[in-house]
């Protein structure tokens, strides 16, 4: 299955360099192209990109208030955002997740690993760039914001003691083949537990379910 990516960031030269990596890529192609964040929430909607490679910094509409905005629109349930920017500080990551972002990386890392990173997304998991950590994401998650958490705090109750042990884990930044070695269990199994999770507390993604669970109390920057 090819992977539809769209591309939004104002600079005409890097979206030409992303669009032949990623066209390179037997498993992936460019579907479109966004210089303004509205021009990406647009073509979110006309082109059904399974991921958008979202910039932060763009005119009209930034990235983030476009992710939001995507994350947001029941029609585009299934589009995908991952983050990349050179604004790589830990304010933004916090607010990239509250918008709805799956990953975020910085446009420091190599392009085999950009490729990874739109493959990882487009699967349903969530991925931070190495600087992006659980303690400073849950500092900035503690702050006053939308209560996308609280509001699914009590859906918590609805969760069974395993599934909740995994959203703990995922929070603490586990895959799911590590989640399976900590828990004894397949990884298909670790992976059908946070997917359920997921479904019961309305997470879009692993990013979101990480999001709720620091935001609802069941992770803690201590990882308490």
């Known amino acids: 299955m090819t992977i539809r990516v769209l591309l939004a960031d104002d600079q005409a030269l890097l979206r030409g360099t992303f669009r032949m990596l990623i066209d390179s890529a037997s498993d992936m192609e460019v579907v479109a192209e966004a210089a303004t964040g509205r021009e990406a929430v647009d073509l979110a909607r006309s082109h059904r990109a399974d991921l958008v490679l979202m910039d932060i910094r763009m005119p009209d509409l930034d990235g983030l208030a476009a ?3 995507i994350s947001e629109d029941e029609d585009l349930a299934g589009v995908k955002v991952l983050v990349l920017t050179t604004f790589e500080n830990d304010e933004y990551v916090a607010e990239a997740l509250r918008a709805g972002a799956s990953g975020f990386l910085g446009k420091g890392i190599n392009p085999e690993e950009l490729l990874d990173a739109i493959r990882v997304v487009a699967a349903g998991d969530s991925l931070l760039s190495p600087t992006a950590t659980k303690a400073l994401i849950a500092r900035f998650l503690a702050q006053p914001a939308p209560p996308l958490g609280r509001a699914a705090a009590p859906q918590l109750a609805a969760l069974t003691p395993r599934e909740r042990e995994v959203v703990t884990l995922v929070a603490a930044g586990l895959s799911n083949d590590e989640i399976a070695e900590r828990l004894y269990v ?17 997470a879009r993604d692993r990013a979101q379910l990480v999001v709720i669970a620091f935001q609802a109390g069941l992770a803690r920057p201590d990882g308490a």
């Not at 397949?186 to 997917?195: D, E, S, V």
């Open 67 to 69: 992710t939001r905005l």
């Open 186 to 202: 397949t990884p298909l199994t670790a992976k059908t537990h946070a997917n359920r999770a997921m479904t019961k507390l309305g």
